[in-house]
């Protein structure tokens, strides 16, 4: 049963009073200090007329002038706002009669002064120092009252507030802090598990209803907690399905991280969710920058007519790869395809990172080699034409005969051959791949090229970028820039066309035409430099090269060999 009401709204009162108190007491001491700020500026300018009366009697003799002066700054003082003061509501009776004695007097003083009459002037002049001694002890007296009445009203406002503060802590310790305690220990009841607890009974509303509050909440955790041993159950069994799809994914991972992400390894993985999920069909879309696409096929491969699918993007840091593309007649399990996706699309990532490091290291290689031989062996060479040039100018002339000037020829012309030459590889080995990006890598090579001559210089390249190793784009790279170059050289073409292409056999066939005078200027390649390294280069791609005249002139490099692993859509 409720007795005393709000409980908030008894301590509110409290805290009011205690407010109104210390409001007064403040509003008091204010207000008393406000009336005290003059008073001793009061009791200065009351004592200075003491001075002032003696020294008006010294100058009485000294002429009118002066007189007529002190006079004047006697009733300045006299006639201050701080002594006007005195004359106020609040100033007592005695103070402002003596106040007003004094200015009586003052006025027979003034006409002594004035009339020079200093026997006078001198006899009353005792008396009138004793009357301004009164006002300003009148003053002090009235100073020191209201500074007694301040100490009190601040005592006695101390001890009000005391006593209600006394109150206050008595009845907080009784009623609320009592009541909390037990409530506290009813909680802490709770907190072990014992949910059956009796509440304490209060007097007011607040308690009231933080003990009911606390009783309900007790009720509703014991049936809580019941509950809760059946969603562990419910729970233990999600967390070992996430736990076998964390498997799944892990092994994966490792599978895809291990050996090379090639056309094998992401079926092999397609082929794993298929049976881990039984789904009706699944495929994998690689989109490529050229805006070709791989798709790689799950075992039950992948129906004509697509009806309900689901695609899950192949998307890292906002770059999208391809997506997954889903046929089920069961509900999916959208987290593990959207988790795989990210798996698959930061294995695509590193695997392109991977190639283009390499491609990088490969060009860091090679301009290295680059470097080398400029400093050596290109150093050499121009030192040896030189040596030659002067070997020619300081022969003796008994020396010269036919057979002398041929062999002299003929070093000259192997020093300037093996300098071309050489000029050729290093211009080779500084071609600069920035991406492991063959067809970027073929259109850099053709712009360099295309300063350099008139003929028309074209590319059609239609390779998927996972054909290909960082490695073979080196030596597809040089050995089509050495048939172009022979092709500009040698075959007095106007038009040069490479031609990148995957045939239906599923072999890479790159080829070099030209509209020229045909074959007959080609020797064989152990009699051409040039072309025994295409050859060479042929080889280590475990491909072949061949020459062939065109029906309607001209002359087609070809260049075969298989790819690093099969088609994706063979």
């Known amino acids: 049963m409720l007795k005393r009401g709000s409980l908030t709204s008894t301590i509110f009162g409290l805290m009011l009073v205690l407010i109104l108190l210390s409001s007064s007491l403040a509003l008091y001491a204010i207000v008393n200090l406000s009336f005290s700020l003059g008073d001793s500026r009061a009791i200065n300018a009351s004592g200075s007329l003491r001075m002032q009366s003696y020294r008006l009697l010294l100058m009485s003799n000294s002429g009118s002038n002066i007189v007529s002066e002190k006079i004047k700054e006697f009733e300045n003082t006299l006639k201050s706002d701080v002594l006007q003061n005195s004359l106020k509501w609040y100033s007592p009776n005695p103070l402002s009669n003596q106040y007003l004695l004094v200015i009586d007097k003052w006025q027979v003083m003034k006409a002594y002064a004035e009339a020079g009459d200093t026997r006078s002037y001198r006899d009353s002049l005792k008396d009138f120092v004793d009357t301004i ?16 009445l301040l100490v009190l009203s601040q005592v006695i406002g101390l001890t009000l507030m005391l006593a209600v503060a006394a109150v206050a802590v008595i009845f907080t310790r009784r009623r609320v802090v009592k009541p909390l305690q037990l409530l506290m220990d009813s909680a802490l009841t709770i907190s072990q598990g014992n949910f ?42 999600a967390l070992t399905r996430t736990n076998n799809e964390l498997n799944f994914l892990y092994d994966n991972l490792i599978m895809l991280h291990s050996d090379r992400l090639d056309y094998k390894a992401l079926k092999s993985a397609l082929n794993q969710l298929q049976n881990y999920e039984n789904l009706n069909f699944l495929r ?11 798709i790689i096929q799950a075992s039950n491969g992948w129906p004509e007519h697509i009806k309900n699918s689901v695609c899950f993007p192949l998307q ?63 150093q050499l060479l121009s030192f040896l034409k030189i040596q030659v ?5 300081k022969l003796p002339d008994n020396c010269r005969n ?42 850099v090579m053709l712009d360099q090229l295309r300063s350099q001559t008139d003929i028309q210089l074209s590319l059609n390249y ?20 050495e048939a172009t170059l022979n092709a500009i050289k040698h075959a007095n073409a106007k038009h040069i066309v490479i031609d990148c292409q995957l045939s239906a056999s599923g072999i890479i066939n790159i080829t070099i035409s030209d509209d020229g005078v045909g074959v007959s200027h080609l020797k064989e390649r152990d009699q051409h430099f040039g072309i025994g390294i295409m050859h060479e280069r042929a080889s280590k791609l475990n491909g072949q090269l061949s020459f ?20 994706l859509n063979g």
Request: hydrophobic share 40%.
């Open 133 to 148: 001694d009164i006002l300003v002890m009148e003053i002090e007296l009235f100073a020191a009252y209201k500074l007694k």
């Open 196 to 237: 059956k607890v009796d509440m304490p009974k209060t007097d007011y509303i607040e308690l009231t209803a933080l003990s009911n509050a606390l009783k309900k909440t007790a009720s509703e955790l014991s049936n809580l907690y019941e509950d809760l041993e059946n969603q562990v159950a419910e729970k233990t069994l």
């Open 284 to 294: 994998l879309v690689i989109e490529h920058e050229d805006q070709s696409q791989d």
């Open 316 to 378: 890292l840091d906002k770059v999208r790869q391809g997506y997954l593309e889903v046929i089920s007649s069961a509900q999916l399990n959208n987290p593990l395809f959207k988790n795989f996706a990210v798996m698959l699309a930061r294995s695509i990532t590193i695997h392109n990172a991977t190639e283009q490091r390499q491609q990088l290291a490969l060009m860091e290689e090679r301009a290295v080699i680059a470097r080398e031989l400029h400093d050596s062996l290109g």
């Open 389 to 393: 040039s002067l070997l020619r100018k």
């Open 402 to 443: 036919e057979e002398v000037e041929n062999q002299i020829v003929e070093i000259n012309d192997g020093v300037s051959f093996a300098y071309a030459q050489l000029r050729e590889l290093l211009s080779t080995f500084r071609l600069t791949i920035k991406e492991p990006n063959l067809n970027h890598a073929l259109e």
């Open 462 to 481: 239609k390779l998927s970028a996972h054909l290909l190793e960082a490695k073979q784009h080196i030596h597809i790279l040089q050995l089509t820039r």
């Open 548 to 567: 062939s005249a065109n029906t309607q002139g001209g002359t087609t490099v070809t260049l075969s060999f298989p790819p690093q692993q099969e088609p």
